[in-house]
């Protein structure tokens, strides 16, 4: 699993794919969906249907970067 460095952070979209915040918060994408499911994902997630997303901005946050940054 490898991680995604500052810049690439402050790259993404608005609002982002399971996978791809789960590699920015350094887990593996098993333990991103088992997260969700049991509610624990530290960020708000939003269901789609089947589909996940996760808005960038808290994401950011959780990790002390903010968009202003880019």
Request: charged share 20%; no cysteine; glycine share 8%.
């Amino acid at each position: 699993m490898v991680g995604m460095t500052r810049a690439e952070l402050l790259e993404l979209p608005v609002v982002i794919d399971l996978v791809t915040a789960a590699r920015a918060l350094g887990i593996g994408r098993t333990r991103a969906f088992e997260l969700v499911r049991r509610g624990e994902f530290p960020v708000p997630v939003l269901r789609f249907g089947t589909t996940w997303r996760v808005p960038t901005a808290p994401l950011l946050h959780l990790l002390g970067l903010t968009a202003a940054e880019a």
